[in-house]
């Protein structure tokens, strides 16, 4: 009887061959999982450190409270404001935004504000308040830690006390009002924060009974005139950040305001606004004099260097001479008054002055 032919070789592997097959792949699989795996526990010390300094500090400084307790929000701002652990771990800039809504985003995958440390900290950092407890995790996608603290939000505070009205957008404000938490991305070998988003789907349980606000709807403007006569946001035009009798205070608006018009002959406004109209993943927010105040350099950078403004295709149109001219003479004008500004809170006694000096307001730098 004719025997069967077994096919090549390779169909019926060697015991000898299947052995080496199987270290082989246990050999990748181990490879797979020391590159996903995460740092050696516990957390680094630098970073647990500088985790829980920034919760006891946010504690201690910005406690839970009534979400209208202006004073209270008002303390909190002064503390984050001055030299705090929290701006310690800042950088020269930090991207800001909600958590995403699609499920596992990563933080480039989400669209973010740049801001300068001391808009953040001045503005946006203070709306929130802490009972200082918090979690530190590895995040083998972000490649960054997330320090997590538990939080709510001052959804009762003036219009005027946020730096653009957050309810121009139903579900950014609803997220907003119902937050519960902070998270801080933190870089491993710098302990600098990267990154900072707010969330209402973290584990831990409301800080405090939510009362939802209905406000007006919103027609558009970033700035607005109040009743009162009075420029609101009141917290954009460095209210409680310099001394009312700064004597650049006045100059400083209206520089802002030319600047503005030039902003707005020159289609900046098209794009740098807090809806994002371009659907930019990393937005730069021009729409207010803190905000201006705080990426002023980058604005001349990107002027000179003809990077701005872009048309539909994110494509750099250069700007018609003239216009180019005007729009930088008007950016230089408001960086020179900001910085006279900021150059008198440093220079000026306590003494003849109505307030304790504070940090002064840091344009971000050049980059």
């Known amino acids: 009887m004719e025997k069967k032919s077994r096919g090549p070789m390779f169909d019926r592997p060697s ?173 491993p070998n710098t302990a600098k924060i990267r990154a900072a988003q707010f969330t209402d789907r973290a584990p831990n349980a409301m800080l405090q009974p939510v009362e939802p606000v209905r406000h007006a709807k919103h027609e558009g403007q970033w700035l607005w005139t109040d009743e009162k006569g009075k420029t609101q946001p009141a917290v954009t035009l460095f209210d409680g950040v310099y001394r009312p009798e700064n004597p650049h205070i006045k100059a400083m608006d209206r520089q802002y305001r030319d600047l503005a018009l030039q902003m707005r002959e020159s289609q900046c406004t098209q794009c740098h606004v807090p809806n994002n109209p371009d659907k930019m993943s990393r937005l730069v927010l021009l729409s207010t004099p803190a905000h201006a105040a705080g990426e002023i350099d980058r604005l001349i950078k990107s002027v000179r260097e003809d990077r701005m403004p872009v048309d539909e295709f994110r494509l750099a149109t250069p700007l018609a001479a003239d216009k180019r001219e005007w729009l930088l003479q008007r950016a230089e004008a408001f960086r020179a008054v900001v910085q006279a500004a900021q150059d008198w809170e440093k220079n000026a006694s306590p003494a003849s002055a109505s307030a304790p000096p504070q940090t002064a307001f840091q344009p971000t730098q050049q980059r």
């Not at 909190?76 to 958590?99: E, K, T, V």
């Not at 808009?119 to 960054?144: C, I, Q, S």
Request: charged fraction near 15%; hydrophobic fraction near 45%.
């Open 15 to 187: 015991p000898r061959r299947a052995r080496f097959a199987t270290a082989a792949a246990i050999g990748l699989l181990a490879l797979a999982g020391m590159a996903n795996a995460q740092p050696t526990s516990p957390i680094p010390p630098a970073i647990e450190q500088a985790a829980r300094e920034i919760a006891t500090e946010l504690g201690r400084h910005c406690p839970v409270a009534p979400a209208g307790d202006t004073a209270a929000y008002n303390a909190c701002r002064r503390a984050l404001f001055g030299p705090s652990a929290l701006r310690s771990h800042l950088p020269d800039f930090l991207l800001w935004g909600r958590q995403s809504k699609a499920a596992g985003a990563t933080l480039r995958q989400t669209n973010l504000t740049q801001f300068a440390p001391d808009v953040w900290t001045n503005m946006y950092a203070p709306l929130f308040m802490f009972n200082g407890r918090h979690t530190v995790e590895w995040v083998p996608e972000e490649r960054m830690f997330r320090v997590q603290l538990e939080a709510a939000f001052r959804n009762r505070l003036a219009p005027g006390q946020f730096p653009y009205p957050f309810w121009h957008e139903e579900s950014k404000w609803a997220m907003y009002e119902n937050a519960n938490s902070l998270m801080l991305w933190m870089a």
